[in-house]
């Protein structure tokens, strides 16, 4: 059990790493111009070209983005 915990964790690590959209705390939308955590359950292809990344909700915000509704960022 603990073999198999620590290896979804470790795979868990890996894909985290190989997505770059992953790699910033926000993900911006250019087309509905909202910003969402990046695990937010409204994003279905965090590669997207029309995702943006953002390190911070003080920078999506500056750019002219607003929260999502579902995830609250």
Known sequence: MIKRL???????AVILMATPGLAA?????????KFHYYNCSTIK???AP????????????AAGYVPCQRCHP
């Open 6 to 12: 620590f290896s979804l964790l470790i795979l868990t």
């Open 25 to 33: 705390d926000y993900l911006g939308n250019t087309k509905s111009m």
């Open 45 to 47: 292809h965090p590669d």
């Open 50 to 61: 029309h995702f943006v990344p953002f390190n911070s909700r003080e920078e999506a915000i």
